[in-house]
């Protein structure tokens, strides 16, 4: 805390007035200017670890935070007079092109700011062939081919065969799920009138709008956890979902089973890190 006060001095001429100012001591985090995390793999993290001292004689509370494709942890915390912590700091970007952004410490005292920066880039993973074709199957049959997906990096990938072609598609679905999953306001009234007669008859009765509003949360959280993976009635694809070693490949199964004598297509997006 600063403290401000006036030493006065009169004499029969003149009156003096002595300001008085003491600055409290303040915590004090070092942290550097920036922070650049150079080229890294699109859809990958890649991560920095910081070491930041208290330089101060006192404690310090701080609480950390950034924007996206950039996160860090832990986000808040206490770090005592001379003390030290590791802060990791982690770049996951979803786009390739250069990033930039700001990583923000407040100590309720002042705001430090560290620019962050990087480049994400593709590598050399990618599929085979970028179509298939089954041969002709009977009905209630099932006929199937092969195809690869070929990691040339020098990390290890992670591949899913998507139903939609990007994350924000994604959401948009998701969105309109849990939408339809909140229900009108007609269903908790009745539920509400029901649960009132219940009282009435026997004394008691369970929260039934807890108990709803309880199940529509569960739901709804379902939806949001849903990883969006291919699936599909005619083509199935194995496996859905895995990792690929450096110079290394994964072998992928796609099935055919007609339900009728129809000629079929469908298309599978494959979100590779990196």
Same mark, same amino acid.
């Given at each position: 805390? &600063?403290?401000?006060?006036?030493?006065?001095?009169?004499?029969? /001429?003149?009156?003096?007035?002595?300001? @008085?100012?003491?600055? $409290?001591?303040?915590?004090?985090?070092?942290?550097? &200017?920036?922070? &650049? *995390?150079?080229?890294?793999?699109?859809?990958?993290?890649?991560?920095?670890?910081?070491?930041?001292?208290?330089?101060?004689?006192?404690?310090?509370?701080?609480?950390?935070?950034?924007?996206?494709?950039?996160?860090?942890?832990?986000?808040? $915390?206490?770090?005592?007079?001379?003390?030290?912590?590791?802060?990791?700091?982690? *770049?996951?970007?979803?786009?390739?092109?250069?990033?930039?952004?700001?990583?923000?410490?407040?100590?309720?005292?002042?705001?430090?700011?560290?620019?962050?920066?990087?480049?994400?880039?593709?590598?050399?993973?990618?599929?085979?062939?970028?179509?298939?074709?089954?041969?002709?199957?009977?009905?209630?049959?099932?006929?199937?081919?092969?195809?690869?997906?070929?990691?040339?990096?020098?990390?290890?990938?992670? *591949?899913?065969?998507?139903?939609?072609?990007?994350?924000?598609?994604?959401?948009?679905?998701? /969105?309109?799920?849990?939408?339809?999953?909140?229900?009108?306001?007609?269903?908790?009234?009745?539920?509400?009138?029901?649960?009132?007669?219940?009282?009435?008859?026997?004394?008691?009765?369970? &929260?039934? @709008?807890?108990?709803?509003?309880?199940?529509?949360?569960?739901?709804?959280?379902?939806?949001?956890?849903?990883?969006?993976?291919?699936?599909?009635?005619?083509? *199935?694809?194995?496996?859905?979902? $895995?990792?690929?070693?450096?110079?290394?490949?994964?072998? @992928?199964?796609?099935?055919?089973?007609?339900?009728?004598?129809?000629?079929?297509?469908?298309?599978?997006?494959?979100?590779?890190?990196?």
């Amino acid at each position: 805390q &600063d403290y401000v006060h006036e030493l006065v001095c009169i004499t029969a /001429r003149e009156r003096i007035v002595v300001p @008085i100012r003491a600055i $409290g001591a303040k915590a004090i985090l070092d942290f550097p &200017d920036q922070l &650049d *995390f150079s080229k890294c793999p699109v859809k990958y993290s890649s991560q920095k670890t910081l070491v930041v001292r208290n330089v101060s004689h006192r404690a310090a509370r701080y609480q950390l935070s950034t924007q996206s494709p950039f996160f860090v942890v832990p986000a808040t $915390g206490t770090l005592g007079a001379g003390d030290s912590m590791r802060v990791t700091v982690g *770049f996951h970007p979803l786009t390739t092109g250069d990033h930039s952004g700001w990583l923000c410490c407040n100590t309720g005292e002042e705001s430090i700011h560290t620019k962050l920066h990087g480049e994400a880039v593709d590598l050399n993973i990618g599929l085979s062939t970028n179509s298939v074709e089954v041969e002709k199957t009977f009905i209630t049959m099932s006929n199937h081919t092969t195809m690869f997906i070929k990691n040339r990096s020098n990390i290890t990938a992670h *591949f899913q065969w998507k139903t939609f072609p990007t994350e924000e598609d994604e959401n948009e679905v998701k /969105r309109r799920q849990c939408h339809l999953l909140h229900l009108p306001s007609e269903v908790w009234l009745e539920t509400l009138m029901e649960e009132k007669e219940i009282r009435k008859v026997k004394g008691f009765c369970e &929260d039934r @709008i807890a108990l709803l509003r309880n199940m529509v949360q569960e739901e709804v959280a379902k939806v949001q956890e849903d990883p969006m993976l291919f699936s599909n009635d005619i083509f *199935f694809i194995e496996p859905v979902e $895995g990792e690929i070693g450096p110079h290394c490949s994964a072998e @992928i199964k796609v099935t055919f089973k007609p339900l009728e004598a129809l000629e079929y297509q469908s298309v599978a997006y494959c979100n590779i890190s990196g």
